[in-house]
């Protein structure tokens, strides 16, 4: 099985999500967004609640300000997001 193909690393970063390796997380995640592929949109989904749980809440907004402006399936959950970190940055 090959690690580096995009879906495999999209799991690989949920599964480290699941087990609180948040560190490790983003790192993945933000590979996924650097190889341009197609699942940047998961991966900013996660990197913007992986940066939520560690308290990252300035790279949060980032994200999912990025997040609410596209069109797509995260646009109105980053949205409401965006509204709860407005007051924790």
């Keep these: 099985m090959n690690e580096n193909l995009p879906e495999v690393l999209l799991f690989s970063g949920l599964n480290q999500m699941g087990k609180s390796n948040f560190p490790e997380a983003i790192n993945i995640f933000t590979s996924i967004i650097s190889a341009d592929d197609q ?9 913007g609640l992986c940066y939520i749980k560690t308290g990252e809440n300035l790279k949060a907004h980032s994200i999912m300000g990025i997040l609410s402006e ?3 399936i995260y646009k ?3 949205q409401l997001i965006l509204k709860n970190l407005k ?3």
């Design 39 to 47: 699942f940047v949109p998961e991966a900013q989904w996660y990197l």
């Design 70 to 72: 596209a069109e797509g």
């Design 76 to 78: 109105k959950k980053a």
């Design 87 to 89: 007051g924790n940055i």
